[in-house]
C-alpha cells in the first residue's frame, strides 16, 4: 500500500525580491512536509526565511520556484482568488498583535469570519460562542478588546481563527506581546486544540520554551531547513 503524502508539502521552494542589485533570494530551495495533526514549530534568526514561508504555506505568497501541495493539490498554480478561496475555507490564523477590532465586542470579532462567509445571524451567534467557550471566554462575550487582558484578547484572536472549524493553525509569535504566565496559557490553550479537535499547529517562535510544546521544530537557517527535531514531548527545551 502505498504511503500516504502529507498533509503540506514543500519541494525546492524559492523566493525570490527584487532584480538586479536589489535582489533578494529569502529563500534557497525548501525542502519541507508537515503531516497532518502535527504541532510544529518555526524557529531561526531574523533573516533565516521562516517568516517567508509561514507566508506560503498561509497562501498569503507565492514561490519564485518549486512546489507546494497541500491535501496533493498544488497551491503554487492556483490564482489569488483561488488562494483566498483555500484560506478561507482551511487555514485560522492567530498574530502577535492579535489584530481585533477595537471598538467591537469579542463576540463580534469572533463573529468576522462568519461574516465573510455569508452565514447568517443566528448561526455566526451561536458558532461564535461555542468558539468563545472552547476558549474560556464565553463569560466575556460582550466585553470589548480594552476590556480584556492581553491573555484574554489572544484567546479572542485564537477563537476567530478556529471558529471556521480550520485544518491548519498559522500562529506568528502568538505569545509575543505577553508575560510568562499568560504565554504559557496561551501554549497550553494550542496543545489542547491541537490533542483535540486535530487541529494542524504551524507556530513561528523564538522562545525556546514556546517551542517546547510542540511535538516537531524545523530550524531554518540563511533561507533553508537547517534541520528538523521531531518527537518532542511537551515541556522539553528546545535550544
Known amino acids: 500500500m502505498a504511503e500516504a503524502a502529507p498533509l503540506i508539502r514543500l519541494r525546492g521552494v524559492t523566493k525570490t525580491y527584487g532584480s538586479g542589485p536589489t535582489?533578494?533570494?529569502?529563500?534557497k530551495g525548501v525542502d519541507l512536509d508537515i503531516e497532518g495533526?502535527?504541532?510544529?514549530a518555526v524557529m531561526g534568526p531574523s533573516g533565516s526565511g521562516k517568516s517567508t514561508t509561514m507566508n506560503i504555506l498561509g497562501c498569503l505568497d507565492v514561490p519564485s520556484a518549486g512546489t507546494f501541495t497541500f491535501?496533493?493539490?498544488h497551491v503554487e498554480a492556483l490564482d489569488r482568488d483561488q488562494r483566498a478561496l483555500l484560506r478561507r475555507k482551511y487555514l485560522g490564523f492567530v498574530f502577535q498583535g492579535f489584530n481585533l477590532l477595537s471598538r467591537t465586542s469579542a463576540l463580534e470579532n469572533v463573529e468576522l469570519p462568519l461574516l465573510y462567509r455569508g452565514d447568517d445571524k443566528r448561526a455566526?451567534?451561536?458558532t461564535a460562542m461555542a468558539a468563545l467557550d472552547k476558549v474560556g471566554l464565553a463569560p466575556w462575550w460582550k466585553n470589548t478588546p480594552a476590556e480584556l487582558s492581553g491573555g484574554q484578547q489572544q484567546r479572542v484572536a485564537i477563537a476567530r481563527a478556529i471558529v471556521t472549524q480550520p485544518d491548519v493553525l498559522l500562529a506568528d509569535e502568538p505569545t509575543g506581546n505577553l508575560d510568562s504566565e499568560r504565554s504559557v496559557e496561551i501554549m497550553e490553550l494550542l496543545t489542547e486544540l491541537n490533542r483535540t479537535a486535530g487541529i494542524t499547529v504551524l507556530m513561528v517562535t523564538h522562545e525556546g520554551d514556546m517551542a517546547a510544546f510542540a511535538r516537531t521544530v524545523v530550524h531554518f537557517k540563511d533561507g533553508l531547513v537547517e534541520r528538523i527535531e521531531t518527537g518532542h514531548r511537551p515541556g522539553e527545551r528546545v535550544s
Open 37 to 40: 495533526g502535527d504541532f510544529v
Open 23 to 27: 535582489l533578494f533570494q529569502a529563500l
Open 124 to 126: 455566526r451567534r451561536e
Open 71 to 73: 491535501r496533493g493539490h
